[in-house]
C-alpha cells in the first residue's frame, strides 16, 4: 500500500479551507503566516512556493517576505521582533538553511513562542519532550498522521528512525514513542545498519541520501516512512533515501517520494498555523 500523502493533504487542506471560511464572520480576520526567505537558493524558492500556494488554497493570508542573502543577523532579529510584536501575525516562519554568517539558532529563539508555526522554539521542543501542549513540527506530526490514516497500529512495535537532526529524527522518534512504539535512533556511527533495519516494523528514514536504504535492509511487511529528499545521480529526479522500486513490493505500507511526506509537511503547517491563530483568539485553547 503506498500512502499518498499528497492525496491525504489535499483532504485535510480542504476540510481546512471549510474551517477558515467560516473565520472572518467569527472572528474578524483569518489567520496570518508570515513567511521569510533570505537569498534565492532554489530549493528554499520553490518550498517557500508550495506554503504560499497551500496557505492561499486554505484561505490563510500568507505574505512572504524575502531579503537579500546579505541582511546582517541583527537585521533579521530585528525583522523578526517586529512581527512578533504585531497582533496581525498569527504565524512566523523562517526559511532554512540560512547563511552561513547568521546563526539559526538564533533566529529560532527569537521567533515568539506562540507565533513559532515550524514548532523548532526551545520551549516548544522543551514542551514536547515534556509532553505538555506545544507546536508539533510540521514533518513529525506529518508522520504521524499517515501513519494513522493508513490504519498502522504503532503501540507495541519495533521502530526504527535512521537520523537524529532535531527538526525530524528526534522529534520523529519522540512522537512514536508518545504513541507507545518501542524505538531505536540511528545514526552516521551506529555499526551494522542493516541489521537494526531488518527489526524494524516501522522504519523511518530520514538522511538525506539518495536510495541508501535497500531491499536487504527492510524486513517483509515492515511500513516505510521515506523522509529524504534527494536529487537521483543517475536522471536528476526528486527521490527519496529509500530505494522505492526494490522496497515497494515488500513493504506493506511505503510512501513515495515526491508526494509523500513533502506535502503533508506543508498541510500540518497550515495547521499549526491555524491552532496559533486560534489560541490567539481563544486564549482559553
Ligand atoms: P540532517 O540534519 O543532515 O540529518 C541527517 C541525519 O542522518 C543525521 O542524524 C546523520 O547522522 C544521519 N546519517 C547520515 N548518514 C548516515 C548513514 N550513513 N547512516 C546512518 N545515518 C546517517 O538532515 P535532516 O534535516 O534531518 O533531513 C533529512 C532528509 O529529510 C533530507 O533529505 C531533507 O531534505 C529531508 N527533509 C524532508 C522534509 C519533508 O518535508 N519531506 C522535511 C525535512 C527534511 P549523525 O547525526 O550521526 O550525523
Given at each position: 500500500m503506498i500512502i499518498s500523502g499528497k492525496e491525504l493533504s489535499a483532504r485535510l487542506k480542504t476540510d481546512m479551507r471549510d474551517e477558515v471560511s467560516a473565520f472572518p464572520e467569527k472572528y474578524g480576520r483569518v489567520p496570518h503566516l508570515v513567511v521569510i526567505l533570505v537569498g534565492d537558493d532554489p530549493a528554499s524558492v520553490s518550498y517557500v512556493t508550495g506554503k504560499a500556494k497551500a496557505s492561499e488554497f486554505v484561505g490563510i493570508r500568507n505574505t512572504t517576505v524575502r531579503k537579500p542573502e546579505t541582511i546582517t543577523e541583527e537585521e533579521l532579529l530585528a525583522l523578526i521582533r517586529q512581527l512578533n510584536a504585531d497582533d496581525t501575525v498569527d504565524g512566523i516562519l523562517v526559511q532554512l538553511p540560512l547563511p552561513?554568517?547568521?546563526?539559526?539558532?538564533?533566529?529560532?529563539?527569537?521567533?515568539?513562542?506562540?507565533k513559532?508555526?515550524?514548532?523548532?522554539?526551545?520551549?516548544?521542543?522543551?514542551?514536547?519532550?515534556?509532553?505538555?501542549?506545544?507546536?508539533?513540527?510540521?514533518?513529525?506530526?506529518?508522520?504521524?498522521?499517515?501513519?494513522?490514516?493508513?490504519?498502522?497500529?504503532?503501540?507495541?512495535?519495533?521502530?526504527?528512525?535512521?537520523?537524529?537532526?532535531?527538526?525530524v529524527g528526534l522529534p520523529v522518534a519522540k512522537?512514536?514513542?508518545?504513541?507507545?512504539?518501542?524505538?531505536?535512533?540511528?545514526?552516521?556511527?551506529?555499526?551494522?545498519?542493516?541489521?537494526?533495519?531488518?527489526?524494524?516494523?516501522?522504519?523511518v528514514v530520514?538522511?538525506?541520501?539518495?536510495?541508501?536504504?535497500?531491499?536487504?535492509?527492510?524486513?517483509?511487511?515492515?511500513?516505510?516512512i521515506d523522509v529524504g529528499v534527494n536529487r537521483d545521480p543517475e536522471t536528476g529526479k526528486l527521490c527519496g533515501d529509500v530505494d522505492f522500486?526494490?522496497?515497494?513490493?515488500?513493504?506493506?505500507?511505503i510512501t513515495p517520494v515526491p508526494g509523500g511526506v513533502g506535502p503533508m509537511t506543508i498541510c500540518c503547517l497550515m495547521e499549526n498555523t491555524i491552532e496559533c491563530f486560534l489560541r490567539r483568539m481563544k486564549p482559553s485553547l
Open positions: 552561513k554568517h547568521i546563526s539559526e539558532a538564533k533566529v529560532i529563539e527569537a521567533i515568539d513562542k506562540s513559532d508555526v515550524d514548532g523548532f522554539h526551545p520551549l516548544n521542543v522543551a514542551a514536547l519532550w515534556q509532553k505538555q501542549p506545544c507546536t508539533l513540527p510540521c514533518t513529525p506530526k506529518g508522520i504521524i498522521k499517515m501513519l494513522k490514516t493508513a490504519g498502522v497500529k504503532i503501540a507495541g512495535k519495533r521502530a526504527v528512525v535512521i537520523g537524529r537532526s532535531n527538526i512522537l512514536l514513542l508518545d504513541e507507545n512504539a518501542t524505538v531505536t535512533i540511528a545514526h552516521s556511527k551506529t555499526e551494522d545498519l542493516p541489521a537494526l533495519t531488518r527489526q524494524a516494523d516501522i522504519l530520514a538522511i538525506g541520501r539518495p536510495k541508501f536504504v535497500t531491499a536487504d535492509m527492510v524486513s517483509d511487511g515492515a511500513v516505510v522500486a526494490a522496497i515497494e513490493p515488500k513493504a506493506s505500507v
